[in-house]
C-alpha cells in the first residue's frame, strides 16, 4: 500500500529540521514567499484607501471595507482550512488556497462596481486563511521543539515584508497609473511569491492525517466540537485569543487611517509620500525576530507584555502635531505590536496539548476578527471624533491587554 506524501514513517519518530539545515532553510524560505503572497494582497488597498475615499465619493470606514471584508473573510475561513488541513496535509492546503488566492487577485481590478470589488475581495480572504490558519501548525510539526519560537518569528518577520510589499507597490504606483492597474500589479507580485512557494515548500515529515471519524457528519461534527471545547477551556489560550482580536484590530484601525490624518493639515503630505509610511512595517521585521531570541532569554510573558506596552507608548506619541513624533511613534507601535504578535502566535501551539491546528486557527480567528471589526470601528472613531481619540482609545486597549496578559500567564508556583 502506498503512503501519502505528507504522511509521518510511522516507525521512526521524526524530530524536525534542525536550525540551520538546509530543510529548515528550505521551509523558512517557502513560508517567507507564502506570507508575501498572502499579506501583500490583503493589505494592499490600505495604502489606497484616500484615493479610493476621494474617487469614489465614499467615507472613510466605507473604503476600509476593501481591507475589512477580506480580513473578515480569512477570519471565518481559517477553523474550516485547518480541519482541511488535518485531513489532506499542510502543505497542500496551503498550496490549493494560495492559488485561488492568486486567481481572485488578478480579477479584482477588472471588478465592475466597488460592490463587485467587495465580494471579490471577501472571497479572496477565504482563499488567503489557508496559510496563517496552517503555517504555524506546519512549523511545529517540521521543526525541533528547541528552535520552534526562533522560526516562528523568523516567519512572522516574513509576513511583514509580505505586507509591506503590498502597501509599497500599490500605494505610490497608483499616483501614476491608477488604483486598478496598482492593485493588479500586487497580485502579480503574489503570484510569483506564490510559485516560489510551490517549488520551495519541503514534504511534511512530522504530519499524520486525521483518520476519518465515525458516525458520519454528525460524528465529525462531534469532533469538531470536542476539539474546540479544549481550546475554549484554558484560559491562557483564551487569553491569547483575546489579544490577538484586541492588539491587530488596533494596529489595522491605526495604518487604515493614517494616511489620511498625514495628508490633511498640518501636514498635507502627497499621497505618494503618505503611502511611504508603511516603511515602518521593517521595524516589526526586525522586532518579531528579537523578540523570539529575548523570549528563550526572559520568558514569552515578559517579552509580550512589555511588548504590549511598547505598542500603547508609539501610539501616544503619534498624538502630536509633529511630522517626526509621529513616525516615531510609529516606528514603536509597529515594533511592539509585532514583537507580540510574534510571541503569542507561536505560544499558541506550545501551550496546546492537542490540535494545535486548530489552536492556531482560533488565535487566527481572533487576530482577523479584530482586523475586520475594529479596524473597521476605528474609522467611525476617527470620523467622528479625529485623529487623538483614536490613538488614545488604542493605547488604553493595549494597556489593558498587556495588564490581563500578565495576569492570565502567571508562572506556576
Given amino acids: 500500500m502506498s503512503i501519502a506524501p505528507e504522511t509521518a514513517t510511522a516507525s521512526v519518530r521524526w524530530e524536525?529540521?534542525?536550525?540551520?539545515?538546509?530543510?529548515?532553510?528550505?521551509?523558512?524560505?517557502?513560508?517567507?514567499?507564502?506570507?508575501?503572497?498572502?499579506?501583500a494582497?490583503?493589505?494592499?488597498?490600505?495604502?489606497?484607501?484616500?484615493?479610493?475615499?476621494?474617487?469614489?465619493?465614499?467615507?472613510?470606514?466605507?473604503?476600509a471595507l476593501t481591507v475589512s471584508l477580506a480580513t473578515i473573510g480569512l477570519a471565518v475561513a481559517v477553523l474550516p482550512w485547518s480541519f482541511v488541513a488535518d485531513r489532506i496535509g499542510r502543505v497542500g492546503a496551503m498550496r490549493a488556497g494560495i492559488v485561488a488566492a492568486t486567481a481572485l487577485g488578478l480579477a479584482g481590478p477588472f471588478a465592475p462596481t466597488f460592490e463587485a470589488l467587495l465580494a471579490l475581495r471577501f472571497f479572496e480572504g477565504v482563499a488567503l486563511g489557508a496559510v496563517p490558519a496552517i503555517a504555524i501548525a506546519y512549523l511545529s510539526e517540521e521543526v525541533t521543539h528547541t528552535h520552534a519560537a526562533i522560526a516562528a518569528g523568523t516567519y512572522i518577520a516574513g509576513t511583514t515584508v509580505g505586507g509591506l510589499a503590498g502597501r509599497l507597490v500599490s500605494?505610490?504606483?497608483?499616483?501614476?497609473?491608477?488604483?486598478?492597474?496598482?492593485?493588479?500589479?500586487?497580485?502579480?507580485?503574489?503570484?510569483a511569491a506564490a510559485a516560489a512557494f510551490i517549488a520551495l515548500a519541503p514534504k511534511a515529515r512530522g504530519f499524520s492525517p486525521a483518520a476519518r471519524t465515525p458516525g458520519g457528519v454528525r460524528g465529525a461534527a462531534g469532533t469538531v466540537a470536542r476539539r474546540l471545547a479544549a481550546q475554549l477551556r484554558n484560559g491562557r489560550l483564551l487569553m491569547l485569543y483575546a489579544q490577538a482580536f484586541l492588539l491587530m484590530g488596533s494596529f489595522v484601525a491605526v495604518y487604515n487611517y493614517l494616511a489620511f490624518r498625514l495628508e490633511a493639515a498640518p501636514f498635507w503630505l502627497p499621497a505618494s509620500l503618505a503611502s511611504l509610511v508603511f516603511i515602518a512595517y521593517l521595524s516589526g521585521t526586525f522586532s518579531s525576530g528579537f523578540a523570539a531570541s529575548l523570549s528563550s532569554r526572559y520568558g514569552r510573558r515578559t517579552v509580550?507584555?512589555?511588548?504590549?506596552?511598547?505598542?500603547?507608548?508609539?501610539?501616544?506619541?503619534?498624538?502630536a502635531d509633529s511630522l517626526a513624533a509621529v513616525l516615531i511613534g510609529l516606528l514603536v507601535f509597529t515594533a511592539g505590536f509585532f514583537a507580540a504578535h510574534g510571541i503569542a502566535s507561536g505560544w499558541t501551539g506550545a501551550i496546546a496539548a492537542s490540535g494545535r491546528a486548530q489552536a492556531a486557527s482560533l488565535y487566527n480567528l481572533g487576530y482577523y476578527g479584530g482586523s475586520s471589526l475594529l479596524g473597521w470601528a476605528g474609522g467611525l472613531v476617527f470620523h467622528t471624533w479625529g485623529w487623538s481619540a483614536l490613538v488614545l482609545g488604542v493605547a488604553s486597549i493595549a494597556l489593558t491587554t498587556a495588564a490581563a496578559s500578565w495576569a492570565a500567564h502567571r508562572p506556576a508556583r
Avoid: C, K, N
Avoid at 524536525?16 to 499579506?39: C, E, Q
Avoid at 494582497?41 to 473604503?63: C, F, N
Avoid at 500605494?171 to 503570484?191: E, F, H, K, N
Avoid at 509580550?304 to 498624538?319: D, I
Fill in 41 to 63: 494582497q490583503l493589505y494592499s488597498p490600505q495604502a489606497l484607501l484616500p484615493r479610493l475615499s476621494s474617487e469614489l465619493g465614499i467615507d472613510p470606514a466605507r473604503a
Fill in 304 to 319: 509580550v507584555v512589555a511588548s504590549t506596552v511598547a505598542m500603547a507608548a508609539g501610539a501616544v506619541v503619534m498624538v
Fill in 16 to 39: 524536525g529540521h534542525a536550525r540551520g539545515s538546509r530543510g529548515y532553510r528550505r521551509l523558512l524560505a517557502a513560508l517567507a514567499f507564502a506570507g508575501v503572497a498572502t499579506f
Fill in 171 to 191: 500605494g505610490p504606483l497608483a499616483a501614476i497609473v491608477g488604483w486598478r492597474l496598482a492593485v493588479l500589479a500586487v497580485s502579480v507580485l503574489g503570484a
